[in-house]
């Protein structure tokens, strides 16, 4: 890759012709590579790909930050190299599609399985209940997951069934859902709060509810 200065970065990709080409294939090739050291090397998640399904997924990355970049060139000021700049919006691209397809990647049937492992492990925990309470614990129990199903908003019930049914981090939750941990903590809460509301409101003591919860979160 031809060394420019800030200057001859943006003359060139500004030029028409083939000096214009020629700047956009140094740096495609400087954004491939980086988006390639990336994914090798700074998402954990991705150790299981080869080397040539981290190159393909890297090329996608690059030639979508080149186009983000371009429309974005206005922008530059100047205040740091043009590459540091330029390493931005790969990293970006790279990041931002990662979170998507995770979140695509999120199973709905292996949320229904963790649902139904938890319901079988509350319902068969502690010392053996008596016929009628094992019913109105099994009914509490069957509530509980139709108000998840039914009454909770969709990020209140991928919050839910990641953290307290998949068992799944606070920080890879915020990741699935795109948003900060501090954010994830006031979805789970109103979720919680929501849930205590519509229990309360089928007439079940706050000792049920909080027996529930303490098996359960």
Same mark, same amino acid.
């Given at each position: 890759?031809a060394?420019?200065?800030n200057?001859?970065?943006?003359?060139d990709?500004?030029?028409?012709?083939?000096?214009?080409?020629?700047a956009?294939?140094?740096?495609?090739e400087?954004?491939?590579r980086?988006?390639?050291?990336y994914?090798?090397?700074?998402?954990?998640?991705?150790?299981h790909?080869?080397?040539?399904?981290?190159?393909?997924?890297?090329e996608d990355?690059a030639?979508?930050?080149l186009i983000?970049l371009?429309a974005n060139l206005h922008?530059?000021?100047g205040d740091?190299?043009f590459t540091t700049?330029a390493y931005?919006?790969v990293?970006n691209e790279a990041?931002g599609?990662? +979170?998507k397809?995770r979140?695509?990647d999120?199973?709905?049937?292996?949320?229904?399985e963790r649902?139904?492992?938890?319901?079988?492990?509350?319902l068969?925990?502690d010392r053996p209940l008596?016929?009628?309470?094992?019913?109105?614990?099994?009914e509490?129990?069957r509530?509980?997951?139709?108000?998840?199903?039914?009454?909770l908003?969709e $990020?209140q $019930?991928?919050a839910?069934?990641?953290?307290?049914?998949?068992? +799944?981090s606070?920080?890879?939750?915020a990741?699935i859902?795109e948003?900060?941990?501090?954010?994830?903590?006031?979805?789970l809460h109103d979720?919680r709060?929501k849930?205590?509301?519509?229990?309360?409101a $089928?007439?079940?003591s706050m000792?049920d509810i909080?027996?529930?919860?303490?098996?359960?979160?």
């Open positions: 890759m060394q420019r200065t200057a001859e970065w943006l003359n990709l500004q030029q028409p012709g083939d000096v214009q080409a020629s956009l294939a140094d740096l495609r400087y954004l491939l980086a988006a390639f050291v994914l090798r090397d700074g998402r954990s998640e991705l150790h790909l080869s080397s040539d399904d981290l190159m393909e997924m890297a990355f030639q979508n930050a983000t371009q922008k530059f000021r740091a190299k700049w931005r919006f990293i990041a599609e990662l +979170r397809r979140y695509r999120f199973s709905w049937d292996e949320a229904a649902e139904t492992a938890v319901f079988t492990q509350l068969q925990a008596d016929p009628t309470l094992q019913a109105e614990r099994e509490l129990i509530f509980l997951v139709n108000i998840i199903e039914t009454e908003k $990020r $019930r991928i839910i069934l990641c953290v307290h049914f998949q068992g +799944r606070m920080q890879e939750t990741e859902l948003t900060s941990p501090n954010t994830l903590y006031k979805t979720a709060k849930i205590k509301a519509k229990l309360l $089928r007439h079940y000792g909080l027996a529930l919860f303490d098996s359960l979160w």
